[in-house]
């Protein structure tokens, strides 16, 4: 049985033949076809040695104009010994690839040459050489010598040697498409199927039993209207081979097809894609996202000389957009191409000990532009090794321009150790400054100094001027101060207008170090006191300078501030404008005082503080009432004299809950007498700090100390001191007039020792004023005290006023005063101040 495919060979070229051109044409010219369609070439020939010539004798895929260059070309292969063709015989023809298998007849005789051939280089596997070898072995069997092929020409019809031998070619041209990895089949010019391979029943899914003899379209209706039919169609029209790649939708499969047109139908060989179509796919769809990713994206090949270079293969759009550099110029360079002047070299060492190792590496580089500008990268390297792991074969480098969030980063740093005012260093640079002067290990301490600035008045001018000009009175004085140090030195702004000067390496004597200081210190003083202008306006400003000494034998920066911070107050103290050096006793003061601050605080809380009354009378002996008076009986010390405790709860701020609790004891103190009939009509005075009247909510405190309990406002006087006159008159009068609408008694005290005037004395809704004991004491041997003394009784008299001397103790005394108007008295002419019992077994002594 003849095969279908040697019945109805496939080439995949018109042949071009001339049956009268050769007596051996009819048996080479099949040969040809299925050598060209077997090895996948565009040509094949046969070429013969005839009578000692050679002589072209089929071919397919050939020109006629082009059988005189292919016969140059094959014409040395025949040649003993064989001998390489001509140079240009190859360009000549148009052939790149050329592949013979020599026909030869039982004897070793060469016959000739069966030659496939292409236009351009092409692969060359194994099976291809076997298949050819066994189609030049069959034709060499069919052919004989010159003389006896036109013997046999004249007895053709009797060869049935050679219909046997096409027979066996068919069987081994059967079994040679069963055993190749693509799909084949034919198909006639009515679109049945006329062969399919085994490979091609399992791509298909279906048995070549089943299609042989069926139309393609109707067993595979999903292939009509497709990018397939169309291609197939085109090429069986044009009679020129195609090859293509086809999705066919019901398999969901993508098949790589070339088929060739011949006289009886189309040859189709086809193979599954799909896996390599999708890898492509997704290579192409993980190329063009890298191209378009805002990172910088670089990836480079490992140079295979053991050194850790490398050259660039592949960068993205990012790339070229941040360098400047097109793709063109950076494939195959080096990545420091990126390199420059400013480029950190730790960081290029560290990152190519990590190529040596074959280590993943993160880095921060200071990367430079194509123009020579450059910017920051943020890269993370990783290394790609060989599929055995053993090297590295590429690098792959994913950045981000971070020059943004490095400017953040170096803005951030500078708010966090520089003032934004002035750009001096802030504490927190200073202190860390202070620390590294002090931790220095030298074999001889290197003496320093600390200067703690503070201007004198600044609250003044930003009252009066505004902030704005006080901030640029900062900035002046910043410059001033920064232009009087050394470069070594350092000033720096703590707040406010609170400014510290380090001087460092002053030598190694103490004293040496404290001259110099003190001559710098001289120079900030002149500076700062040269007059400034701010925004149009001249200004003058001096400041006070405390200094402290200090050398690396200390280690408490702490202390070093405090020390200096003392020294200025004492320089504000000692007038302003001058320099003082920091000195224990300073030092003891105010531990002393910060002893005592505390001590106030636990005596409040714990319950330490009392209240003693002490009488006032009238002109007739007789009790109006108290004035009350903190006491406190301290836990160790014992009784602790108000002279000493009310300075340091005034500077401690505990003057507002210290005056409060006397307040409202007083006012408990007067409930309880409001309810006995003999204590219903005395009155009690509080004294009423400046700052605790100056509390916004003062009159509202007051007023709910009266109403918790029940108490008569007249009965409670408050005693204000002349110091309220010395700043905010109308907010001072305000309060004192809705204190008066309360109906709280108000109380001048220690009138004549501040800064009252009688412009002023006018204006104020008071009830009394009150003779401080200063004037009282030498009444009677001072004529100065005498006249103030009787002017202060005028006053009151003709202002309406009451009036009240304190201090009185001796009868002489009270008659003075008596005799010149005065109308009350409280004194230990009458009784000392009393704890509250005491103060009623002496109430129970007094006359009816």
């Known amino acids: 049985m003849n095969h279908p495919v040697l019945a109805n060979p496939p080439p995949d070229l018109p042949a071009h033949a001339a049956p009268d051109t050769h007596p051996a044409w009819e048996v080479a010219m099949p040969i040809t076809r299925l050598a060209a369609r077997l090895c996948g070439m565009p040509m094949a020939v046969v070429v013969l040695l005839d009578q000692g010539e050679t002589v072209f004798v089929a071919g397919t895929g050939v020109a006629p104009q082009d059988e005189a260059a292919l016969l140059a070309l094959c014409a040395p292969l025949l040649q003993t010994p064989p001998a390489e063709p001509p140079p240009g015989a190859g360009s000549a023809a148009g052939v790149g690839f050329l592949k013979a298998a020599p026909l030869a007849d039982d004897d070793g005789t060469l016959l000739g040459l069966l030659v496939v051939l292409a236009a351009q280089p092409a692969p060359w596997p194994r099976e291809h050489e076997q298949d050819l070898v066994t189609l030049a072995g069959l034709l060499a069997t069919q052919l004989m010598r010159p003389e006896q092929i036109r013997q046999a020409e004249a007895s053709r019809l009797a060869g049935r ?103 009886d139908g189309v040859a189709v060989y086809f193979r599954d894609v799909s896996e390599s179509r999708k890898a492509r796919e997704q290579l192409m769809l993980l190329e063009t996202s890298i191209s378009r990713l805002n990172d910088i994206v670089l990836i480079a090949e490992a140079v295979p000389n053991g050194t850790p270079r490398a050259r660039i293969i592949f960068v993205n759009q990012a790339f070229e ?171 720096a702004r703590l707040g406010g207008d609170e400014f510290v000067v380090m001087l460092e390496d002053l030598g190694h004597e103490p004293d040496e170090a404290a001259g110099l200081a003190k001559r710098m210190g001289e120079e900030i003083l002149a500076a700062l006191s040269e007059p400034y202008l701010l925004a149009g306006d001249q200004h003058y400003s001096t400041c006070s300078i405390g200094v402290t000494s200090f050398n690396q034998n200390q280690t408490d920066i702490g202390d070093l501030l405090k020390q200096a911070d003392l020294a200025m107050y004492r320089a504000k103290t000692s007038g302003r404008n001058t320099i003082c050096f920091f000195d224990p006793a300073l030092q003891a003061a ?15 809380r714990e319950g330490e503080f009392a209240l003693h009354y002490q009488p006032q009378v009238g002109r007739d002996g007789r009790m109006t009432g108290v004035e009350a008076l903190l006491r406190w009986t301290h836990a160790t010390r014992g009784e602790v004299t108000p002279s000493e405790f009310i300075p340091a709860a005034e500077d401690g701020g505990l003057i507002l809950p210290l005056g409060q609790w006397a307040l409202e004891t007083a006012c408990r103190q007067l409930a309880a007498w409001s309810e006995r009939p003999e204590t219903a009509a005395l009155s009690i005075a509080v004294n009423v700090s400046a700052r605790q009247f100056r509390h916004p909510e003062f009159a509202d405190l007051v007023m709910a100390a009266l109403q918790n309990p029940k108490v008569s406002p007249h009965k409670l006087k408050l005693e204000l001191t002349e110091s309220l006159l010395a700043e905010d008159m109308e907010i001072t009068i305000t309060k004192m007039a809705r204190l008066k ?30 003779i401080d004991k200063s004037f009282v004491a030498d009444i009677l041997t001072d004529p100065n005290d005498a006249a103030i003394a009787r002017t202060i009784i005028g006053l009151a008299q003709s202002l309406g006023l009451g009036v009240l001397a304190e201090g009185v103790e001796t009868e002489a005394q009270r008659a003075f005063l008596q005799h010149h108007g005065c109308e009350c008295y409280q004194g230990y002419l009458f009784c000392k101040p009393l704890p509250i019992d005491a103060l009623e077994a002496f109430m129970q002594t007094l006359p009816a």
């Open 321 to 491: 957009r941040h360098t400047g550099y097109s793709r063109a110029e950076a494939i195959g360079q080096s990545p420091r191409m990126l390199c420059g002047p400013l480029t950190q070299r730790r960081e290029v060492e560290r990152i190519m000990l990590a190529f040596q190792s074959g280590e993943p590496v993160q880095a921060e580089l200071v990367t430079h532009k194509k123009d020579g500008r450059h910017f920051w990268l943020e890269v993370d390297v990783v290394p790609v090794s060989d599929n055995a792991g053993v090297s590295v074969t590429h690098w792959v480098a994913v950045g981000r321009d971070i020059t943004r969030r490095k400017a953040a980063e170096t803005e951030i740093k500078h708010l966090a150790f520089y003032d934004p005012l002035t750009q001096l260093p802030n504490r927190q640079l200073l202190m860390d400054r202070l620390h590294l002067a002090l931790s220095q290990n030298h074999r001889r301490p290197r003496e320093g100094s600390l200067m703690f600035i503070d201007l004198d008045n600044f609250k003044a001018l930003n009252d009066t001027l505004g902030h704005h000009k006080g901030d640029l009175l900062l900035q002046q004085v910043a410059e001033r101060l920064t232009a009087c140090v050394r470069k070594i030195d350092t000033v």
């Open 161 to 263: 040697q050679s219909e046997e031998d096409a027979q066996r070619l068919a069987t081994r041209l059967g079994i040679t498409l069963d055993s190749i990895t693509e799909g084949f089949y034919t198909l006639d010019h009515g679109w049945r199927f006329t062969y399919l391979n085994r490979q091609g029943e399992l791509l298909l899914g279906r048995t070549a039993m089943a299609l042989l003899g069926k139309s393609i379209w109707r067993e595979f209706p999903g292939a009509i209207d497709t990018s397939f039919s169309q291609q197939i169609r085109a090429a069986v029209a044009s009679g020129q081979h195609i090859e293509f790649e086809a999705q066919y939708a019901p398999m969901d499969t993508w098949f790589e097809v070339r088929a060739y047109p011949f006289p």
């Open 741 to 770: 609408s309360l109906g709280v008694t108000l109380s001048l005290d220690d009138f004549g020792m501040g800064y009252s005037s009688l412009s002023m004395l006018k204006r104020l809704p008071l009830d009394q004023l009150k």
């Open 590 to 604: 105010a531990s002393a005082h910060a002893t005592l601050q505390s001590d106030l605080r636990r005596g409040l």
